[in-house]
């Protein structure tokens, strides 16, 4: 016998103010452009690159807008460049 699951929740598509608060609560720069550019991707069928639903705007936004927003644009203090190379 299965034992009964909870039923999903559905999903409710974030405004551009909710992601905007978030992104200013990640302390992301211009919280307000990243907002824009996060639904312009996503909507309005809220689907991933390999075409999964998104079910979870906020885990999605962390994981792939707050981690490309924070990557250094600079080479780190421990590589070391070697002629025209940085290793």
């Keep these: 016998m299965k034992t009964p699951t909870k039923p999903r929740h559905t999903f409710e598509p974030p405004t551009e103010a909710e992601v905007a608060d978030y992104a200013a609560g990640l302390n992301m720069p211009e919280p307000l452009a990243i907002a824009r550019q996060f639904i ?48």
């Design 40 to 87: 312009e991707c996503y909507a309005p069928e809220w689907r991933d690159t390999f075409n999964r639903p998104i079910r979870n705007w906020k885990m999605k936004f962390r994981q792939v807008w707050a981690k490309r927003k924070q990557r250094p644009h600079q080479r780190t203090p421990t590589q070391k460049p070697v002629g025209n190379w940085t290793l």
